[in-house]
């Protein structure tokens, strides 16, 4: 199996859908994929999660490929805000969904 994790809002969606549709181009390996997003409204109105629906048609298109593939929709909101909210990497020129891969060791998800 090959575990693949994905972080973001819901801007990267068609980013993600377009890799694993490669990944699933590419091998037969079994997939397990877990997407990190944070909902970040309150920070920026335009900083939406990756949502239910968008993740549901991930999941039939993995699905059709392979039954036992899976993908898991992950809400690091709070441990975000808990952890790197009051820190320097919010005041860089990147969103802070690309500081969500920091949090993977503290999701037990994962």
Do not use: W
Not at 36 to 42: E, P, Y
């Amino acid at each position: 199996m090959i575990n693949l994790m994905f972080c973001g809002n819901d801007k990267v969606y068609d980013g993600i859908l377009i890799s694993i549709m490669s990944i699933l181009k590419s091998t037969k390996e079994a997939l397990n994929v877990y997407v990190l997003t944070a909902d970040l409204q309150d920070i920026k109105e335009n900083y939406k999660p990756i949502s239910k629906n968008q993740i549901k048609t991930i999941e039939n298109l993995l699905k059709e490929k392979n039954p036992i593939n899976q993908i898991k929709l992950i809400d690091a909101t709070n441990l975000f805000k808990e952890e790197m909210i009051e820190t320097i990497n919010m005041k860089t020129s990147y969103t802070p969904y690309i500081f969500l891969r920091l949090l993977a060791d503290k999701i037990d998800e994962l």
